[in-house]
């Protein structure tokens, strides 16, 4: 609903107040005893007693000559108008109820030079379709569904024993992950993601039936680098796909470590599980044994999945040890879990799990991601 007016607003003051109390809007999972974030969108305790007196002593209006400036609702993309559209040829067709493989779409860029971007946005027609988007540059020469027609919609069958399409996985990088509450990414001046000529876009898309047929034909927008940059923005991520959570368990840990093949500037941390998700842990090991929390997330919510920006970038020395740990709540007390007399383990779907934690970090300019993993 929009609050722009205080006519729009009043009828939800009651609501307001108890969320900012709970502390569930603005959505923000970020433990503030563990690092620093850009983004960081939560009230402090002074605005939160604010909002929540101004609704006690009854949410009058105040003055209207000091409201601000009425603004429209942004309608275009938030990224500005963008330099190139990748879009769906066709929309696609959302069941009202069962589920719903994944779909992929592949989109030549027609790049004929290497193109940097700075902004990158992904605008679906139907939010309520689409849970998540991954956006993948599929660079020339890989072997990655190399025999699937481009512009055409499909999925992966599962493997008999209903594990994920071994086809579906992929070290090419990622443009960028669209998921409620992340629609859009930029980069400051002099960084930005390099797509190399001759790439194409991978969609993957992840649609939920909501009880309605629905039409998506989602677009992916992107804004060009002015200049040159002297830095490369690289999309990595850290895995587990073999755990079994056992029925009933509350609390039951995951976790996924290995090392860092080269010097690389971490700027944001995105993790990623499904609906037995609890919360979730970034750690790095220094060299003398110290063990360092640089992201700890005690509430994760399925519905509101936030990539974490750092107020400043942090350097990661080669070598340096990194592990990152998932809870899961598979118990009857998680109000969100699907069946908690279920053995739960990795898959697509979202009575199933997953653990991922995403990470970008900044490179020089000459290095793509294989260079980057080459080490000395």
Known sequence: MPFQTYAETRPWAKAIRQQVIARKMPPWFADPAYGHFANDRSLSQ?????????????????????????????????????????EMPHAFAVPAKGAVDYQYLILPTHFTEDRWVQKVEVRTSSRAAVHHAVVYIREPGSKWLENQPRGVMFSLAPTPDHRPNPRSFTTSDLLMVYTPG???????????????????????????ASGQAIQDRTRVGVVFAKEQPKQAVLSLQMNNDRFV???GDSNYRVQVSGTLPNDALLISMFPHMHLRGKGFEYLITGPNGHVETLLKIDHYD??????????????????TRLEWVGYFDNSPNNPNN????????????SWEEMMIGFFDVVVDSELDKTKFFERK
Request: aromatic letters at 10%; zero cysteines; a negative charge.
């Open 245 to 247: 959570i056992p029925p």
């Open 302 to 319: 399925f519905q509101w999945q936030l990539n974490y920006h750092l107020a400043e970038p942090r350097l990661i020395k080669a070598g």
């Open 182 to 208: 992340n629609s859009y990414d930029q980069w400051p001046a002099g960084i930005a993601k390099r797509v190399k000529a001759g790439s194409d876009i991978v969609l993957q898309i992840h649609y939920t």
């Open 338 to 349: 699907p069946d908690p007399t279920a053995e739960v383990r990795y898959g697509e779907q």
């Open 46 to 86: 002074a605005e939160i007693d604010t909002l929540a007196a101004w609704v006690q002593a009854g949410a009058s209006a105040g003055d209207p000559k000091d409201a601000p400036p009425l603004r429209e609702w942004p309608r275009g993309w938030n990224i500005g108008t963008p330099d190139a559209v990748f």
